[in-house]
T-cell receptor, first 111, second 112 residues
Framework: DAGVIQSPRHEVTEMGQEVTLRCKPISGHNSLFWYRQTMMRGLELLIYFNNNVPIDDSGMPEDRFSAKMPNASFSTLKIQPSEPRDSAVYFC?????????FGSGTQLSVL | SQELEQSPQSLIVQEGKNLTINCTSSKTLYGLYWYKQKYGEGLIFLMMLQKGGEEKSHEKITAKLDEKKQQSSLHITASQPSHAGIYLCGANSGGGADGLTFGKGTHLIIQP
């Protein structure tokens, strides 16, 4: 099993640009989560999906953030327009039986 | 919302020594999860505790959940360099398959 796959591993962009982060969950897992990790705030839940349906997006910081899960094997997190304060590591996780499996994360730097 | 407080924030321990990391919740815990994160990598699941008084062990790591289900401890015996990393506790406030809320983590450094 390849685990949760995230791409890209690193993203450097300029303020105002659109950024798209991608995630492929583990096959058979019916829940998918997007987290953001910073030194100041730790690991924050942004949004999660059950069976491809968004359940709770209360952690999404602003309208600039959006997430989609068009099918069971793919999800995207988009930031448009990006700002320097969005710089963080973004993790995707999928779960079965309440145990979360995390991807390696995307390190995002917005200059 | 549920908040998890971890202590200490960071810990430097000589190789071979024992150590304990604590996680305290502002609400009753329906499930308490311990994860380990190596620098620059994702989180790796260690253990899950659900019942008051429950204790689980894996190799040299033991985790306990107190009877009141508001505090958990992670104990490492005879620490090794491979134990270095960030330890995070996570909790599910609703008892279902919702996203976990995490503490800010404890940075563990093992000195040879």
């Amino acid at each position: 099993d390849a685990g949760v796959i995230q791409s890209p591993r690193h993203e450097v962009t300029e303020m105002g640009q659109e950024v798209t982060l991608r995630c492929k969950p583990i096959s058979g897992h019916n829940s998918l989560f997007w987290y953001r990790q910073t030194m100041m705030r730790g690991l924050e839940l942004l949004i999660y999906f059950n069976n491809n349906v968004p359940i709770d997006d209360s952690g999404m910081p602003e309208d600039r953030f959006s997430a989609k899960m068009p099918n069971a094997s793919f999800s995207t997190l988009k930031i448009q327009p990006s700002e320097p304060r969005d710089s963080a590591v973004y993790f995707c996780a999928s779960s079965v039986n309440e145990k979360l499996f995390f991807g390696s994360g995307t390190q995002l730097s917005v200059l | 919302s549920q908040e998890l407080e971890q202590s200490p924030q960071s810990l430097i321990v000589q190789e071979g020594k024992n150590l304990t990391i604590n996680c305290t919740s502002s609400k009753t815990l329906y499930g308490l999860y311990w994860y380990k994160q190596k620098y620059g990598e994702g989180l790796i699941f260690l253990m899950m505790l659900q019942k008051g008084g429950e204790e689980k062990s894996h190799e040299k790591i033991t985790a306990k959940l107190d009877e009141k289900k508001q505090q958990s401890s992670l104990h490492i015996t005879a620490s090794q360099p491979s134990h270095a990393g960030i330890y995070l506790c996570g909790a599910n406030s609703g008892g279902g398959a919702d996203g976990l809320t995490f503490g800010k983590g404890t940075h563990l450094i093992i000195q040879p």
